[in-house]
Nanobody, 124 residues
Framework: QVQLVESGGGLVQAGASLRLSCAVS????????MGWFRQAPGKEREFVAA????????YYADSVKGRFTISRDNAKNTVYLQMNSLKPEDTAVYYC?????????????????WGQGTQVTVSS
């Protein structure tokens, strides 16, 4: 069974940085592309960033482009989200997800497996 466990969330002030981690177990990590999503109170879950199986391709939501960086360490079965210049509007529960479907625009397709989420709160 595939398990995804996020960590690294917290309460920070605007302008600060955080790095989220997501450890994957239960399957070969390189079977999956990985993504980060977030859900703010009262809003739908939204795409944040995604990284391909080898890390050669990365995609970002416009709202985080230039501030967030997704990366993966295939030796550690872990995906990261480095978040810089945080804003109050970045406050949300952040989820990592695994995508096994390699066909087409994979990062826009439903992801297969999800973590439990980690809270990020940015105060003004």
């Amino acid at each position: 069974q595939v398990q995804l466990v996020e960590s690294g969330g917290g309460l920070v002030q605007a302008g600060a940085s955080l790095r989220l981690s997501c450890a994957v177990s239960g399957r070969t990590f390189t079977d999956f592309a990985m993504g980060w999503f977030r859900q703010a109170p009262g809003k739908e879950r939204e795409f944040v960033a995604a990284i391909s199986w080898t890390g050669g391709a990365r995609y970002y939501a416009d709202s985080v482009k230039g501030r967030f960086t997704i990366s993966r360490d295939n030796a550690k079965n872990t995906v990261y989200l480095q978040m810089n210049s945080l804003k109050p509007e970045d406050t949300a529960v952040y989820y990592c997800a695994a995508q096994g479907d390699r066909l087409g625009i994979w990062y826009r397709k439903p992801f297969s497996y999800w973590g439990q989420g980690t809270q990020v709160t940015v105060s003004s």
